[in-house]
């Protein structure tokens, strides 16, 4: 299944609406790679008055498939939790991504990961959060609320 791909078309909720992208996960030898372009990013904002900063924005994999936004305050619940097959703690969990950086609203990253294949992660979430990922603070990564969503067909 070599060349296999699936995508995650990424839309912005209610505290991002701007946001959208794809995510494409291709099978490759030993892994995935996986090639994100997203555009409408909020700016950055260093961390001030206590207040994290507003990127890099975490990205992961979560759960659950579900976009629904729920509360509008703090969307995208319904994702639960990041995806972590092997019971790792955060940081390295299978859905643990690198973080994006904006460049003017836009971001374009691609990375290989030997963690799983593209048939693995169908049905699951790819959510971009409003903080940067830790890859310490369990379980989560402190990353913040979740800004867009997208479901992995």
């Keep these: ?3 296999h791909q699936i995508r995650a078309i990424i839309r912005g909720g209610p505290l991002a609406p701007f946001i959208r992208g794809i995510v494409t996960f291709r099978s490759v030898p030993g892994g995935t790679e996986v090639y994100a372009r997203i555009s409408g990013l909020p700016p950055y904002k260093p961390a001030r008055d206590g207040k994290p900063p507003i990127g890099p924005h975490g990205f992961h994999i979560h759960e659950k498939g579900n976009c629904e936004v729920g509360d ?5 619940q319904a994702a639960g939790g990041h995806w972590n097959p092997d019971n790792q703690p955060h940081g390295n969990h299978a859905g643990d991504f690198p973080v994006l950086f904006s460049n003017n609203g836009i971001a374009r990253m691609c990375f290989f990961t030997n963690r799983f294949k593209p048939k693995d992660v169908v049905g699951r ?4 959060h409003q903080n940067p990922d830790d890859y310490r603070t369990q379980p989560a990564g402190d990353a913040g609320k979740r800004l867009a969503c997208g479901v992995i067909e």
């Design 1 to 3: 299944m070599f060349g």
């Design 72 to 76: 509008p305050e703090n969307p995208f």
């Design 125 to 128: 979430a790819v959510i971009i």
